[in-house]
């Protein structure tokens, strides 16, 4: 296939060329919205004038972080887009790359693997009318922060959590006693877009087998849908309970792929 590098810059391309598989590209989607856009870079691999594989960079407080999912058909035309961002990326990112596209990096970097993650999304909403609205639900917001991180370290340490999401209005928290016990919020949101990427969901360990990661994801839910029509999460492929709660709520499996660190070799 021949092709070359292009660099976009217009968000309604973008747009067109990644609603062709929202729940695969929700990430990519949500960072279309003002509140992210700054913090991106877009690559392209262009054939006549055609998009045929896009790759986002998104500057993150911690590591970059770059998004190359693909659908079967389109491996051929990522593979060439991610060899020509080698030599364009930085020394050091984290990676979600579909099965077999890390192979395009190993020639300048050194590849360190953080498993396979499922990307579930809501395809059966209507379980969400079934679940009993949970009592001792709270809204969480930035003055919640610390209580949060506290939380984070005693309950779902290493987790990925940035604080900017408070401001979104949708971030959850279970009480018992006036102690969180269960939170569920979001990774990315865009209401322009119609798409969130949930996320930080987690029972604090002397909670668990209640059942609560089920009923605060659904809370959480009930809450976005349907203002919000797409609404995926990840989930790491060994992790089984997290996975059964999800499909309680009405979420399936649609793709896999790789979590990656990348560091290039000198």
Known sequence: MSGNLVFIHERERLRAWLNHNPGLHLYSLADLDPFFWPATSWYGWEVDGQLEAVALLYISPFLPNLIGLADRHQMSAFERLLFALNKLLPQRFHALLSPGLEECFESHYSLYSEGTCLRMCLTAPEQLQVCVPIQGAVALGPSDLERLRAFYRESYPGNWFDPRMLETGVYLGLEREGDLVATAGVHALS?????????????????????????????????????????????????????????RVGFTEIARFGEWVMARRL
């Open 191 to 247: 209401a322009a877009e119609g798409i969130a990427a949930l996320g930080n969901i987690a029972v604090h360990s002397a909670h668990r087998g209640q059942g609560l990661a089920t009923q605060v994801t659904a809370a959480l839910c009930q809450r976005l849908y349907p203002q919000i029509g797409t609404l995926g999460l990840n989930v790491h492929a060994e992790n089984a309970p997290a996975q059964a709660a999800y499909r």
